[in-house]
């Protein structure tokens, strides 16, 4: 081995380990003294009262799936409590048919608010003030081949909100 290749590999590894790289995925951000988490029902300010129950199950069952974090429903025997508020909730055609003037795509879109608080401190570890989310979903045109679909898309709009939620918890984003 030649001096100068004695001289790079420590100066390669060196400015590797120091340059603040690191694996996604592997930071937390939420203190190691908090291990429950209570998440009531959301504040809801809309008419698709159904959220604000549902969205609260999603994230508890993805925290249950991806951390370290017992969920527990009494915010008096969590160490954190996840609040939220429902700012708004809209259903609107996005695409129609031009034949009939009917809907044939909808958009659901949701605004929320949320913000995990330390309960001891009142420290808020994690917040996210106006979140937009968006999920589309197909009418049929001919009532006889009609299937509500509204109710899968919130479904599938709730699990986005929670994995989001979730992953933003855990890195800080």
């Known amino acids: 081995?030649?001096?100068?290749?004695?001289?790079?590999?420590?100066?390669?590894?060196?400015?590797?380990?120091?340059?603040?790289?690191?694996?996604?995925?592997?930071?937390?951000?939420?203190?190691?003294?908090?291990?429950?988490?209570?998440?009531?029902?959301?504040?809801?300010f809309v008419a698709r009262y159904a959220l604000a129950d549902e969205l609260p199950q999603q994230i508890g069952r993805e925290f249950k799936a991806r951390t370290r974090f017992r969920i527990v429903t009494d915010p008096h025997e969590a160490d954190a409590i996840l609040e939220g508020t429902i700012n708004s909730a809209f259903a609107f055609p996005t695409i129609y048919d031009p034949a009939s003037g009917k809907a044939t795509s909808v958009a659901l879109q949701v605004n929320i608010s949320v913000k995990l608080v330390e309960q001891r401190t009142g420290k808020v570890i994690y917040a996210r003030p106006a979140w937009g989310f968006r999920e589309d979903y197909e009418l049929s045109v001919d009532p006889h081949q009609f299937f509500n679909e509204s109710g899968p898309a919130q479904d599938r709009l709730c699990r986005d909100?929670?994995?989001?939620?979730?992953?933003?918890?855990?890195?800080?984003?």
């Not at 030649?2 to 790289?21: D, E, M, Q």
């Not at 592997?26 to 908090?34: A, D, L, N």
């Not at 939620?165 to 984003?173: K, P, R, W, Y």
């Open 161 to 173: 909100v929670a994995r989001d939620l979730v992953s933003g918890i855990m890195e800080d984003f």
């Open 1 to 44: 081995m030649t001096k100068r290749a004695a001289f790079a590999l420590p100066a390669l590894i060196a400015v590797t380990v120091s340059c603040g790289y690191h694996v996604g995925g592997t930071g937390e951000k939420v203190p190691k003294s908090i291990q429950t988490i209570a998440i009531p029902a959301f504040n809801a």
